[in-house]
């Protein structure tokens, strides 16, 4: 990318991490390992790359954390890595797309975490787009059916709301924690969850296989470390409607791999509803600065939207 525009390189590197956080789903599922086992093994294999990458540019020599940041970066592991594990979950529940679907309700959760906690304004323009997508939420929940072509199971859709919920209050929390280099910040929480998930490899030991284990690398390696770095050197450079924009392409790439891999064929409802709540959560929209503050670049990739440039 050495002879691209300064406005081309971000765009790609957006683009490329938002492709490939719709193929993670078909990753979870291709391993065959257990959620929490996935969530542990994308922690610790996603954490140490991260914190190499960040010792290798020198941030660690300059990190001095107080108290309350080790305190707010570990609540915010335990929401992060709890929304990992839920929406795992979910995949085999209901199916990728439905849950990458209902997952993206997260960006209108966290307004209204912003407005409960932080005393932030709620606008009619807030409260219209979340009844359109929780309406959409429940067209899905009563039309959708997964790969078995039975109706999906109303606990996946649950979990993938808990997910967006968890992943909500990752993000609410990282908002208190702008000085820290998101790079760092997302390794020191993975650490968290690696240490938080190794005591469930008891009950849900890694895969016995050596694909399995690959695809578990894979997780770890492209769509945790490689998607990071490539989510933090871009989106601080792009105007919060491109981001809004190119968000898309993460749902669309989920129900295409759904659709071609696994012979998901959605309905017509159900493609209504994914219409309804993708539109409401992701379309871009005129904030106020506070609000644009809460929700930009609010997603399930990351943990904040980054200020800094890397």
Excluded at 118 to 135: C, D, P, S
């Amino acid at each position: 990318m050495t002879n691209l525009s300064p406005g081309t390189r971000p765009l790609l590197q957006w683009s490329a991490a938002m492709a490939l956080s719709g193929t993670i789903g078909a990753v979870v599922l291709e391993s065959g390992a257990a959620a929490p086992t996935v969530a542990f093994a994308r922690c610790l294999v996603g954490g140490v790359l991260l914190l190499l990458w960040s010792a290798a540019r020198g941030w660690l020599h300059t990190w001095r954390p107080t108290r309350r940041d080790v305190l707010l970066a570990v609540l915010g592991g335990v929401f992060l890595v709890g929304n990992w594990v839920l929406l795992f979950a979910s995949y085999a529940l209901s199916s990728i797309s439905v849950s990458t679907v209902v997952y993206h309700t997260q960006p209108l959760i966290l307004v209204g975490l912003a407005a409960a906690f932080l005393g932030e304004k709620v606008t009619k323009n807030h409260l219209v787009r979340a009844g359109i997508a929780f309406g959409g939420v429940a067209l899905i929940s009563l039309s959708a059916h997964g790969e078995d072509g039975k109706p999906v199971r109303l606990a996946g859709i649950g979990l993938a709301l808990g997910a967006a919920l968890l992943y909500a209050g990752a993000s609410f929390v990282a908002k208190q924690l702008t000085h820290i280099r998101p790079h760092l910040l997302a390794a020191v929480q993975c650490a968290v969850g690696a240490v938080l998930l190794a005591p469930a490899l008891l009950l849900t030991p890694l895969p016995s296989t050596t694909s399995g284990l690959l695809w578990l690398v894979l997780l770890g390696t492209v769509h945790t470390a490689l998607m990071y770095v490539l989510i933090y050197a871009s989106i601080g450079k792009l105007p919060t409607t491109t981001v809004a924009l190119l968000s898309y392409v993460y749902p669309v790439v989920a129900v295409l791999v759904d659709v071609v891999a696994y012979g998901h064929r959605p309905g017509w409802p159900e493609l209504v509803g994914m219409l309804a709540v993708l539109a409401a959560a992701l379309a871009p929209r005129r904030t106020t600065r506070t609000a644009a503050n809460v929700t930009r670049g609010s997603g399930p990739y990351g943990t904040r939207t980054p200020v800094r440039r890397s």
